[in-house]
C-alpha cells in the first residue's frame, strides 16, 4: 500500500509515533489508509450538511477495513459571492482545491480518497485532483436542496430570487412580495434546485462513473443520500484493494458519455469549462468542438430549471442519472465506474419512472442544450446555452452596448438603459481579464425579471451561471484580456447572433477589428496584490477549459 511508505519499517518509528498521537491504534497500520477530503461549511447551503455525511463515510470506510482520515477542502457558494468583487475567487478556487487535495494526498501518502462535494466548482477541482494523483477515489455529492414555495407555487433560488430583482426594478412586484421570496425560495440544506451547474456537474460525475449509482440526484435531506456516503466508504476500500484507479474509469469514453448527458439533459454552460480541465489532468484532450458534435445529434430530454420547470426533486422520481442513460443507451460508450459494472449495465437495468420528465420518445428539443459558435467575435469559440434560448430569439441582430466591466453594465441595466434591440458586451471579465471569469447570473437575472429576454441578447468573455435564460453568449475566446476581438466592439456596432448556423458576427471587416485592437487601451488590473493576481499570469483561455499553465 503507499500508506506503508508512512507506517511500516524501524525508520518509520517517528511517523507512526505522530500517527499513534491521533488516537489510532498499531493493529490500523495495516489498513488502508483513506482520506475524506470534505468541503464542509457553514457558509454555504449545499455543504451544511456534510458534517452528517462524513460520518456516514468514516462508518462505510471503517466496515469495510479502512482508516478513515478527514481534512478540509474550502468552497465558494457562487450564489453569495455573485455580483461583487467576491466573484473572483470563484472558478480560481477550483485550483486550490486540486492542489490542496493534492497536497494533503501525497504529503500523507495516502491509499484512497472518498471526495466529499457538491458546490459549482468544488466537484471539478477534486475530479481534477482524483485525475491528476490517479489513486483509487470516488465522489460523494452532497445532494439539491428542495423546492421552496410561495404562492401555492413551488420555488428556486435563481428565477424567485436573482430574477426578482429586475421584477421589483420593473415595478412588477412590491418590496414585501421580494422579501417574501427571498424567505421561501431555499427551504433548507443543498444544491441549488434546477439544473444549475452543482447539480449538472453531480449527474456528469455520475455518468463518467465516478459516484455510485444515485448519488447524483438524492436529495441532500434524503436517507437515500447518507446510505450513499455509507456504501461510498466501503466501495473505495474494495477499489484499493481492486486497484481501480481513476484513469481506469476517466477515458475519453466516458468524458464522451458526460457530454452527452450534459446535453440530454440540458446542462450547464459552465461544464464546457470543467470537463475539458478535468480531461486535461488524465491527459486527454477534449475540444471545444467536441461539445457542439454531440449536440448536433443529441436531443434534449430533460427541461429542468431554468429553461423548464422541472426541479431535481421530479428527476429523482422519474429515474435518475440511470433512466437518463436507459433514455440514450444507444449513443453511450462502454466504461468501467466505481460501481465495477459498465456504464453501459446500468443504463440497461434502468427504468424511466416519470415520462414528461425524462422525454425519451418525445424530447424537448432536437439538439443539445448547449451551443458552441465562432465568428470574428469569437475565432476560438464561445458558448451559449440554448435550451433557455426562446426560439424568436435564435437568430438576431441588435446594437451594441459595451461595458468593460460588469458593475458597469449591472448599473446601466438597473437604472433602464438598455432597451429592446441591444446587445449588451461586457468585457474584461474572462479567466485573465476578470481575472477568474466572474459569473454574471446578476445582470442576466436582471433583464430577465425586467422583461427583456426575448428582445436583448448579451456577450461576454466572462462566463454564465446554470440559471442563466435567454439569448446570454459567454466563453468567448480570445478574451479582451488577450487581445481578442471582444475588445473591438465599440458602441453602436452591429452584432448578428445565429445559433441554429453556430456564428457570432460584428459587422466589421477583418482590418477594422485588427486596427482597432492595435488602437485599445487595456484597463488597469482589477486585482493586483494576491492569488488572483498570480493566477491572472498563469490561467489559460476559456476554450481550454480556463486551465493553469
Do not use: W
Not at 43 to 64: F, N, T
Not at 88 to 96: A, M, N, P, Q
Not at 476 to 484: D, L, M, N, V
Request: charged share 25%; hydrophobic share 40%; net charge neutral.
Amino acid at each position: 500500500m503507499r500508506s506503508d511508505q508512512i507506517k511500516k519499517g524501524a525508520v518509520r518509528a517517528p511517523n507512526r509515533c505522530l500517527l499513534y498521537s491521533t488516537g489510532i491504534s498499531p493493529r490500523d497500520l495495516n489498513k488502508p489508509f483513506i482520506g475524506i477530503a470534505s468541503s464542509f461549511t457553514d457558509l454555504v447551503p449545499g455543504h451544511v450538511s456534510m458534517r452528517e455525511l462524513e460520518r456516514y463515510i468514516e462508518r462505510g470506510i471503517a466496515a469495510g477495513g479502512g482508516v478513515p482520515f478527514i481534512f478540509g477542502a474550502p468552497a465558494v457558494c457562487d450564489g453569495i459571492a455573485m455580483g461583487h468583487s467576491g466573484m473572483h475567487y470563484s472558478l480560481g478556487s477550483r485550483e486550490i482545491i486540486a492542489d490542496l487535495v493534492e497536497t494533503v494526498a501525497n504529503a500523507h501518502m495516502l491509499d484512497g480518497l472518498v471526495l466529499l462535494s457538491n458546490c459549482d466548482k468544488v466537484t471539478p477541482g477534486m475530479l481534477m485532483a482524483a485525475a491528476r494523483l490517479n489513486i483509487p477515489a470516488i465522489v460523494v455529492t452532497a445532494g439539491a436542496m428542495l423546492t421552496g414555495m410561495y404562492e401555492k407555487k413551488r420555488r428556486s433560488m435563481v428565477r424567485d430570487t436573482f430574477e426578482a430583482v429586475g421584477q421589483f426594478q420593473a415595478g412588477k412586484i412590491t418590496e414585501e412580495q421580494l422579501c417574501e421570496l427571498e424567505m421561501a425560495a431555499c427551504p433548507g440544506v443543498g444544491a441549488c434546485q434546477g439544473m444549475y451547474t452543482a447539480n449538472t456537474m453531480a449527474c456528469l460525475t455520475e455518468t463518467m462513473g465516478m459516484s455510485l449509482t444515485g448519488c447524483a440526484t438524492a436529495l441532500a435531506v434524503s436517507a437515500k443520500k447518507k446510505r450513499i456516503a455509507y456504501e461510498s466508504g466501503i466501495r473505495v476500500v474494495e477499489l484499493v484493494k481492486e486497484n481501480i484507479r481513476p484513469r481506469d474509469i476517466l477515458t475519453l469514453d466516458s468524458f464522451k458519455n458526460a457530454i452527452t448527458a450534459d446535453m440530454a439533459l440540458g446542462g450547464s454552460t459552465n461544464t464546457v469549462l470543467h470537463l475539458p480541465a478535468i480531461a486535461n489532468e488524465a491527459q486527454i484532450k477534449l475540444p471545444l468542438e467536441l461539445f457542439d458534435e454531440i449536440s448536433k445529434k443529441t436531443p434534449q430530454i430533460c427541461c429542468l430549471e431554468p429553461a423548464g420547470d422541472h426541479y431535481m426533486e421530479d428527476l429523482d422520481n422519474a429515474g435518475g442519472v440511470p433512466a437518463v442513460l436507459c433514455a440514450m443507451a444507444d449513443k453511450l460508450n462502454s466504461n468501467k465506474t466505481v460501481n465495477g459494472i459498465d456504464i453501459k449495465e446500468i443504463a440497461k437495468s434502468a427504468k424511466i419512472l416519470d415520462e414528461d420528465v425524462i422525454r425519451a420518445k418525445n424530447p424537448y428539443k432536437p439538439e443539445g442544450g448547449i451551443a458552441v459558435l465562432f465568428g470574428n467575435i469569437a475565432p476560438n469559440g464561445s458558448v451559449v446555452k440554448q435550451a433557455a434560448v426562446s426560439e424568436k430569439m435564435k437568430v438576431f441582430s441588435g446594437r451594441a452596448r459595451v461595458f468593460n466591466s460588469e458593475d458597469d453594465a449591472m448599473k446601466a441595466i438597473l437604472d433602464k438603459k438598455i432597451v429592446s434591440g441591444d446587445v449588451v458586451v461586457i468585457r474584461y471579465e474572462g479567466p485573465a481579464g476578470g481575472p477568474g471569469m466572474r459569473e454574471m447570473l446578476s445582470p442576466t437575472s436582471a433583464l430577465t425579471g425586467m422583461g427583456l429576454t426575448d428582445s436583448v441578447a448579451l456577450l461576454t468573455d466572462g462566463r454564465f451561471s446554470g440559471g442563466t435564460r435567454g439569448p446570454c453568449i459567454g466563453h468567448i475566446s480570445p478574451e479582451a484580456a488577450s487581445g481578442g476581438a471582444i475588445a473591438a466592439i465599440n458602441e453602436g456596432d452591429t452584432i448578428e447572433i445565429n445559433i441554429p448556423k453556430r456564428t457570432l458576427n460584428v459587422k466589421l471587416s477583418d482590418e477594422e477589428i485588427k486596427a482597432r485592437i492595435a488602437k485599445a487601451i487595456k484597463p488597469e488590473p482589477k486585482v493586483k496584490t494576491g492569488y488572483m493576481a498570480r493566477y491572472a499570469k498563469l490561467v489559460q483561455s476559456a476554450d481550454t477549459g480556463a486551465i493553469l499553465k
